[in-house]
């Protein structure tokens, strides 16, 4: 590590600048914000999670965790869009239980827990070998079942949510899966498909990536933060391409806003709901159908073109941003890539 | 000239050193029992580190002085010690033992100060086999907005007390300002349901961000979040949910260069790493009592171009470069992380030479008693 440091500026007001060396990969299992509020601050540092393993129901995908998951999971529905199970482990709430519950009860619009009703909204479940405690709210917008347990001063919340006649049917898989959770297993690889280990939150688990085939000339690079991958591509003439995937919850703020952003990015006007068709292309997958978003910017020769690919409750974003030229020669082979993925 | 006779014979009194050790004896009591609500941090700076204690009533906003603080104790005490010997005593070789027992005290007084004004505490989180030229203050938060060059990353960094809701900051490297829309001082962050997002960029789209009430607990933290919006020459870029949760930072693409910003625990830098090589925890057998923990650390400084293992623990710190490092915790899920309290006190040593001069003081005065009792008993 270069060890350079140069204070370039001090405490004024508040305000430091400095520089410091880059720094480098993520140390050994920093557990991230994990259980940032239990941490004793006299102790210093926030506190590791214990590695997860756990056995998937038949019908159930991992997906590529972000933010504080510890894991995500995509719950086949045959009749509709699919359920959605996250692990989530958060301080040591169980103090302020009412609290959380109303939380969940807020998104369906059902009306608040009362000291008086909150005991009777939950049953004792078994999870990785221990008593937790599970909630199962349904309403109109839809239903949430969380399993609640404590373990090593950190609680875990396993919130699965969909539609009410689909969380019914999955609710005895959803129930071996908490029997399955292991808290305690060694961080090795799952030997076959049907296992995971957690990765830690706020990573882009590259194992959680589809199985794509990356086109010849491209070179992986590290991903940025909220990178699912990243690939540099250069042409003959010098010129150079980037090409990103990232995977966002929802349908990541919407299109036409999302469209604004790039255009900015690649220093172009805004566009209006009324342009859309111009730069939007329908683009077929073998799961369903996708967008192809292509944006140009002349003066500068610079070209962007997006795929904007829906998966479950998330959207998965592959975008190549370069020389026009080059962006052109690799149009086809980032079309071949992204359908590669199999999404 | 009778008025500051008056303040003269105030500050100069027996009385007021009276007052001040009675008013330190109820602050101390108050203080103590005050933990119990508000934490140690808390009663530390509610009732010692302040010039008044003050009551509100109610739920006003009214603030009313009940009691001397800590700061106002202290100097006033220092005062009255300092004007008591100039006013009354003069120096004969009888009193040169209370002359050196109360250059003492007032140097103890004075070296709290520097303690109080200088002292930075953070702490060193490591894993085995780990590296690190940071440590981090275990209680405030910075926002950054950090730039990467070739080889060094350059970090704007505006500390906690700065953010508030609706205030604007900026700074003169930025091509944006940085307005805050929402505060949050004690939150968590849950994913995000069917209602608006918190944020139009990055993790806000995924996440949902709730205040909950402070803590003053001593095992536990408040974790701020905040929704931060940044504005460039053309308007709005969009608004980021920021929060201590997130264990990295977000970018901001902006005018074709790349920032990354977020909020992390504020973090001191240091021109040496410290590298774990081993972490010990013993427990006594059948308990989870420990017994002895020791980190053994390789510090490198390619300034001075030492390259050293030491072996820190309990009762044993390493003190380098102006800071003592003390073993002084673990990770209950990890038994291969240590933490590594980091304490930067220029004026360490005034307690130490405040003592000797006491002790040396006590020893003068009474040996001078004793060896006037011995000559008179001889005579």
Redesign the interface.
Known sequence: MALSLAFVGCDQNGVRVYEVPKEEQAPPAPAAAANPHGDNPHMGGMASLPKLTWTLPEGWSELPSAGIQAANFSINNPDGQASRLTVVPLPDLMADEKEIVNLWRESLSLPPATDETLPGMSEPTDIAGKEGKLYRFSAELGAIHVAVVKHAGVTWFFKMRGDMGHMDSELDSFKSFLTSVDFTAAPTPPAGGMTGMATSPGSASSSGNPNWTVPAGWNEEAPGPMLSASFGVSGSSGQSAKITVSALGGNAGGLLPNINRWCGQIGIAPITEGDLDSVVSPLELSSGSAQLVELNNESQSQTMVVAIVPVGARTWFYKMLGDTALVSEQRAPFLEFVKSAGQ | MKIIESIVDLFTSLKLTVFCLVAAIVLVFVGTLAQVDLGL?QAQEKYFRSLFVYWSPGESELQIPILPGGYLLGFVLLLNLIGAHLKRFQFSSKKAGIFIIHAGLIILLLGQFFTEVFQVE????L????????S?N??NT?LVVVT??E?????????Q??LKSHIMIE?P?LPFKIKINQWIP?S????????A?PA????G????V?G?PL?YK??????PSAIVELIGDEGS??TWLV?????????V?YE?K?Y?IGLRLIRY?????MHLIDFRHDKYMGTDIPKNFSSRVRV?N??TEEDKEVLIYMNNPLRYEGETYYQ???????D??T???VVRNPSWLVPYISCILVSLGLIVQFGFHFNKFLRKRKA
């Open positions: 941090y953070s702490a060193m989180r894993t085995e086999g780990q590296t690190k030229n940071y981090e275990q209680r910075e990467s060059g080889e060094t990353d350059r970090v704007i960094s505006f500390h007390k700065m700074h490297e004690n968590i962050i849950a994913e995000r349901g069917p209602n997002p139009t960029r990055g993790l789209l995924s996440y949902d709730h909950v803590t001593m095992d536990e933290r408040n974790v870029l969009g929060s201590f949760y997130f264990d990295r930072l977000q970018t693409e074709g790349e990354k830098y240091k021109p040496y790493t490198r390619p300034e002084a915790g673990f990770d209950e899920n990890d291969r992380v933490i590594l309290q």
